[in-house]
């Protein structure tokens, strides 16, 4: 089936700091589909103070992970409103239960996998050191400062945010993994999943390219058309 077929149902998976964000955005530039991240969705829902948007945010609020039932609730209420296009869902399914309520309403034809190793990651999520009292940032790939660990201007110490330190880093990929494995393997077994494996989103989005060529519409460059 080529891209002139039915409507594309995907999904992107790929731990904090595996460029998933860069590489949705660049899905959504190229070919014509809509972008649903949960995230978005669900700031959208709490800032609007719709009902699933304050149930949401009792959870956030004590600092727990939002049941499968209401991120369910959340997403599926939201594809009610894309019947008529391709969609690509972003942090959604992120759990088994939720990859099988999502399986009940729709039949998911593809889910892009970006594997990127757990070390490269972790410098890429790492990198970042902050002068706290005039709040410059340094990234030790990009803009390191003069001399490691010491602010360029002032000769102070930098510091790392509790986010940036390694053992948060480490927690958090850690968890990512548990929580998506089994997901994964639910994909897997179904045939549908696509794993892109690479160290740099430069070197992955190629290849994620080519293969949405084959499976949905490039968008079409409007002001190009027009005499």
Request: glycine share 8%; charged share 25%; net charge positive.
């Amino acid at each position: 089936m080529g891209a002139s077929g039915r409507l594309l149902r995907a999904v992107i998976m790929g731990a904090p700091g595996s460029g998933k964000g860069t590489v949705s955005s660049r899905i959504t530039k190229h070919f014509e589909l809509k972008h649903l991240s949960s995230g978005d969705l669900l700031r959208q829902n709490m800032l609007q103070g719709t009902e699933i948007g304050v149930l949401a945010k009792t959870f956030i609020d004590q600092g727990k992970l939002i049941p499968d039932d209401v991120m369910t609730r959340l997403a599926l209420h939201e594809l009610k409103n894309l019947t008529q296009c391709s969609w690509l869902l972003d942090g959604f399914p992120r759990t088994l239960p939720q990859a099988e309520a999502l399986d009940k309403a729709y039949q998911i034809d593809t889910v892009i996998n970006l594997n990127v190793p757990f070390e490269v990651i972790k410098q890429r999520l790492t990198a970042r050191w902050i002068h706290p009292a005039s709040g410059r940032v340094y990234n030790i790939e990009f803009n390191p400062p003069k001399t490691v660990g010491i602010d360029d201007l002032t000769g102070e110490p930098l510091i790392q945010r509790e986010d940036d330190k390694p053992e948060t880093v480490i927690k958090r990929l850690k968890a990512y993994e548990a929580q998506t494995e089994p997901v994964l393997q639910y994909y897997q077994k179904k045939g549908v999943l696509e794993t892109f494996s690479g160290t740099e989103t430069n070197k992955i989005w190629p290849h994620v390219y080519a293969f949405l060529q084959t499976k949905v519409p490039e968008t079409t460059q409007k002001a190009s058309v027009t005499p």
